[in-house]
C-alpha cells in the first residue's frame, strides 16, 4: 500500500543547495547539464557489502517535488536569493535522468548506486533528500541482513520502534528491515503502509496488571488459543514462569488440541535459560512451543550465543537495529563526476583529496556484475565509461584500484548491468517492485555472495574494478588537478 498525500518535502535541503542554485542561475550555470553520482565509502560494521535500500522513496520524493508559495515567501524574507530565481523555483519541476541499483541489491564501496543527470539546479537541490532516504534504509537493511545471517535460518523480528530516531526512522526502518530479511516488524503503521507484517504478544505490564501470573497466562491463552506466545520473565523465569505457562498450555490449549505456542524470555542468560526451558517444555509434552527472546540482541550476540546451544527459535532484535547502534552513519555521499558542454559532449570531472580514499572515480559511467556461468556466484563489479560495453565472451583482465599490482582473470562469465532507468526526463520509468519483489531479490542476490564476501570478520575483499578507458581518465585528471589548484 502506498500513501495516499505524500508529504511535499521540496525544503528538505541544505540551505547551501538554495546558494548554489541561485549562484548558478546568476552565473549562466543554471541549465548546464550535469552528472552526479550516489556512492559509499566503506561497509558499515568491517562488512563485506551493503545492501541498496529507500528508492522508492527517493521517486516519491522526485514526482512531488515542488514549491509553494509559502516556501518561496520564505525564501524571499533571507534577502539572498534574487527574483529570478524565487521565479525559477516557482515554476520548479525536476526534467533530468535517474539511473538506480535496484532496491535489495548487495552493493560496494565506491561504486554508483545512483546516477543522477539534470540541470545543475535540479541535481544540486535534490542531493540531500537522495541521501537521506540511501544513506537511511541502506544502513538499516545492511544491519537488518547481519542479523538475519548470524540467526541461521531461525524467525527474526524487529522490535525497534519506541528507540528509534524519530517517526520515519521508525516505519522506514522496519521497511528496510524487512528488505534486509527479518520476517515482520512490530510497528504496525509499517504493516499498514508498507505490508511489513506486525505481530506482537504481551508486555511486562500484561502479567503485572492481573492478581497472579498464572492468571495473567490463562486469560491470553482464552483470548489468543491461536496465538498464545507467554513473556515468562516478569517474576522468576525458571520457578514460576515456564511452570505457570505449561499450566496454562495444559488448562486453556490443550483441550482445544492446539500444539503451537510460544514462550518469550526477555532478560538473563538466554543460553542457559533457553536450554533449561526446552528441557522443561519437552518433559510437559509441550515439544513444538517455541521459544523467542529479546533484550539488546545483534549479530554478534546471536552468532555467540547459537554456538553456545541456546535452543531459540525466534529472536526480536530492538535498538541495536533500528538504530544500527554499532555503526550508526552510512556514509553515502554525493560527487558531482561530468558536465556538458554547449555542443553536449560530456566533460569528465574529479574530486581530489589528500585522503586517497575521497578521491572520485569521474565522468557518467556503467556499472557491470560479473558473474560466473558455472557457479551463479558474483565475481566482481566493473566500471567502465558510458559508451564502453563489456564483451562477456571473452577473458577479460581486471585489476583492484586500490592495489593496482593485483590482477585478476576473470572467464566463463555472465556480465550484467546493474544501474536501470528511472527517471527519463523528468518522467518515471521504472515499475516500482513490491516490498515481497525487494526482499525476494535481497535474498536471491546475497545468495549469489561467496560466503568469504559475506564474513562478518575480515571478510574477503570484493573486487570493485575500473576498465583501462576509466582508469586511464581518471589518472590523466589527477595529473592536470594540481594545475587547477
Same mark, same amino acid.
Not at 543547495?17 to 560494521?45: H, K, W
Not at 536569493?81 to 535522468?97: A, I, M, P
Not at 558531482?336 to 557518467?364: F, M, R, W
Not at 519483489?437 to 561467496?450: E, G, K, M, P, S
Given at each position: 500500500?502506498?500513501?495516499?498525500? *505524500? ?30 553520482? @550516489? ?18 522513496? /527517493? @521517486? ?51 561504486? *554508483? ?20 532516504? #540511501? ?46 530479511? @527479518? ?5 504496525? #503503521? ?52 515456564? *511452570? ?60 555467540? #550465543? ?32 561530468? @558536465? ?6 560530456? #566533460? ?72 536501470? *532507468? ?41 573486487? /570493485? ?21
Amino acid at each position: 500500500m502506498k500513501v495516499s498525500n *505524500p508529504r511535499n518535502l521540496t525544503m528538505l535541503c541544505d540551505f547551501y543547495e538554495l546558494t548554489m542554485g541561485n549562484g548558478y542561475l546568476a552565473s549562466g550555470y543554471g541549465d548546464r547539464i550535469c552528472y552526479f553520482d @550516489v556512492f559509499y565509502r566503506q561497509c558499515p560494521d568491517g562488512g563485506g557489502f551493503a545492501i541498496a535500500a529507500g528508492l522508492e522513496q /527517493v @521517486v516519491e520524493y522526485i514526482q512531488n517535488l515542488r514549491f509553494s508559495e509559502d516556501d518561496i515567501a520564505y525564501l524571499r524574507g533571507r534577502n539572498l536569493f534574487s527574483e529570478g530565481f524565487l521565479e525559477y523555483l516557482r515554476n520548479f519541476k525536476f526534467t533530468g535522468d535517474i539511473w538506480a541499483v535496484p532496491e535489495g541489491t548487495p552493493i560496494f564501496p565506491k561504486e *554508483p548506486i545512483m546516477t543522477i543527470r539534470a540541470p545543475s539546479i535540479q541535481a544540486q537541490l535534490i542531493e540531500t533528500y537522495i541521501l537521506l532516504c #540511501i544513506n537511511h534504509q541502506s544502513l538499516i537493511a545492511t544491519k537488518a541482513n547481519r542479523v538475519v545471517r548470524a540467526a541461521q535460518g531461525r524467525t527474526v523480528l524487529e522490535f525497534g520502534s519506541r528507540r528509534a530516531q524519530g517517526a520515519d526512522a521508525a516505519i522506514l526502518g522496519a521497511r528496510a528491515a524487512y528488505i534486509g530479511g @527479518v520476517n515482520g516488524t512490530a510497528c504496525t #503503521i509499517s504493516d499498514q503502509l508498507f505490508g511489513v507484517p506486525a505481530g506482537g504478544t504481551m508486555a511486562h505490564a500484561w502479567v503485572q496488571m492481573f492478581d497472579t501470573e498464572y492468571e495473567a497466562f490463562e486469560t491470553y491463552c482464552k483470548l489468543y488459543p491461536n496465538n498464545a506466545t507467554l513473556l515468562v520473565d516478569t517474576y522468576n523465569t525458571l520457578q514460576s514462569g515456564i *511452570p505457570n505457562a505449561i499450566k496454562a498450555f495444559n488448562n486453556v490449549l490443550k483441550p482445544l488440541g492446539i500444539t503451537k505456542c510460544g514462550i518469550r524470555l526477555d532478560s538473563g542468560d538466554m543460553t542457559y535459560l533457553s536450554q533449561k526451558a526446552r528441557k522443561m517444555l519437552d518433559d510437559a509434552g509441550w515439544t513444538e512451543c517455541k521459544i523467542s527472546v529479546s533484550n539488546s540482541l545483534d549479530e554478534h550476540i546471536i552468532q555467540d #550465543i547459537l554456538r553456545q546451544g541456546a535452543k531459540i527459535d525466534m529472536f526480536g532484535v530492538g535498538e541495536r537495529l533500528i538504530t544500527a547502534r554499532s555503526e550508526p552513519v552510512f556514509g553515502g555521499v554525493y560527487k558531482l563526476t561530468a @558536465v556538458e558542454d554547449s555542443q553536449g559532449n560530456i #566533460i569528465p570531472k574529479i574530486k581530489i583529496s589528500e585522503n586517497v580514499g575521497k578521491i572520485t572515480n569521474p565522468h557518467y559511467k556503467k556499472l557491470y556484475r560479473f558473474f560466473g556461468k558455472d557457479t551463479g556466484k558474483a565475481i566482481a563489479d566493473y566500471l567502465c565509461v558510458y559508451d564502453e560495453t563489456v564483451d562477456d565472451t571473452k577473458d577479460l583482465e581486471i585489476f583492484d584500484p586500490d592495489a593496482t599490482w593485483k590482477t585478476k582473470t576473470v572467464y566463463n562469465f555472465e556480465a550484467r548491468e546493474l544501474l536501470v *532507468p528511472i527517471f527519463q526526463k523528468g518522467e518515471l520509468v521504472y515499475e516500482l517492485p513490491t516490498l515481497e519483489q525487494i526482499r525476494f531479490h535481497c535474498a536471491q542476490q546475497v545468495d549469489t555472495l561467496w560466503d568469504e564476501v559475506k564474513r562478518f570478520d575480515y571478510p574477503h575483499n570484493y573486487y /570493485v574494478d575500473l576498465s583501462q578507458k576509466l582508469w586511464d581518465i581518471k589518472y590523466g585528471l589527477l595529473k592536470k588537478g594540481s594545475r587547477k589548484a
